[in-house]
């Protein structure tokens, strides 16, 4: 492929993308991330998960929505020095919001970056797919000041490319859904969230003709990397590790934690971790404890 036409095919690549993130959002998502302008000014709101989707019939109230903040820096967003170091150890911080607007008392909860954070983060420097997987699904650029419009459309350009790169080995190249199918289910594995089965491939119906265009504009040319399974199988290994330590973290930022990262476990692997009283009552005690647990019903599961 000449410059040119690699050119070419990136400007195309961040022509599609801003394209969709630019779809309005529902209206409920719109007042929440209202709410966080406010809360966060001059940062970008990027909407993700199943709230980019709901419909007018649907009661917003008993939906939580997914969030990601996107601040300039975390100096002018988070006051608590222990939560900025948190936010720059083990990123990124998670909040809960609960706020009243318009449409009547509505729920979310928040991830925050910073700028240089996000950008790092989908790039190829980082190996974990984390957040390079996540900002390569569709998304809604709900809030974004135009001095980060363009960064915010390379940030998830950036994503596609990482995410369909690191792809390469796990499916037969040309086979954009076979591709797409093979790394979101790698990328389940690589994290505590184990999805059940044939919910990728629920969610690619969904996504309409983003996987497709990505594929098309994104997936790198050439034939597939040697060592792409092995690293995938680290990608896990780390992953287990990470997931432990963020369940430990979120149980100090996020009100109801261990409930929620329960209900979330069960929705999506099919594993009840029961908590307990005492566990709500500790949680920075009990998320270790509670992480042993899952692992160790879901191992029961699969024998």
């Known amino acids: 492929m000449t410059p040119a036409s690699s050119s070419d095919r990136r400007g195309a690549l961040f022509a599609y993308i801003d394209s969709v993130l630019s779809i309005p959002a529902p209206a409920p998502a719109a007042a ?16 993700y998960g ?33 939560e900025r170091f948190a936010a720059r150890a083990l990123a990124p911080n998670v909040y809960y919001l609960e706020a009243e607007t318009p449409l009547g008392s509505l729920r979310a909860k928040y991830a925050l970056l910073s ?28 809030a974004c000041p135009a001095s980060l419009r363009a960064r915010m459309t390379g940030a998830v350009g950036a994503a596609a490319e990482t995410f369909l790169g690191r792809a390469r080995g796990l499916a037969p190249g040309g086979d954009w859904r076979a591709v797409w199918l093979a790394a979101m289910n790698a990328s389940y594995r690589a994290e505590l969230r184990a999805e059940g089965g044939g919910r990728a491939e629920k969610l690619i119906d969904a996504y309409g003709e983003w996987p497709r265009r990505l594929y098309d504009l ?43 990262i329960a209900w979330k476990v ?28 899952y692992y160790r019903l879901r191992a029961a599961a699969r024998r």
């Open 32 to 47: 929440l991330a209202a709410v966080l302008s406010a809360r966060y000014p001059g940062a970008a709101i990027f909407l």
């Open 50 to 82: 199943s709230g980019i989707s709901v419909s007018a019939s649907e009661d917003p109230a008993a939906i939580l929505f997914d969030f990601y903040v996107i601040a300039p820096d975390y100096e002018s967003a988070i006051g608590n020095r222990a």
């Open 115 to 142: 700028v240089p954070a996000l950008e790092r983060f989908v790039s190829r420097r980082t190996f974990h797919s984390y957040f390079w997987a996540r900002f390569a699904q569709p998304m809604r650029l709900v």
């Open 218 to 260: 994104a997936a790198p040319q050439g034939p597939g990397e040697r060592r792409a399974r092995l690293a995938w199988r680290l990608r896990a290994v780390e992953g287990g590790f990470l997931s432990v330590a963020r369940l430990l973290k979120a149980t100090a930022t996020f009100k109801g934690g261990l409930d929620y």
């Open 266 to 293: 069960k929705r999506h692997a099919g594993v009840d971790v029961g908590v307990r009283p005492w566990e709500r009552r500790h949680p920075f005690l009990a998320a270790p404890v509670v992480a042993l647990r």
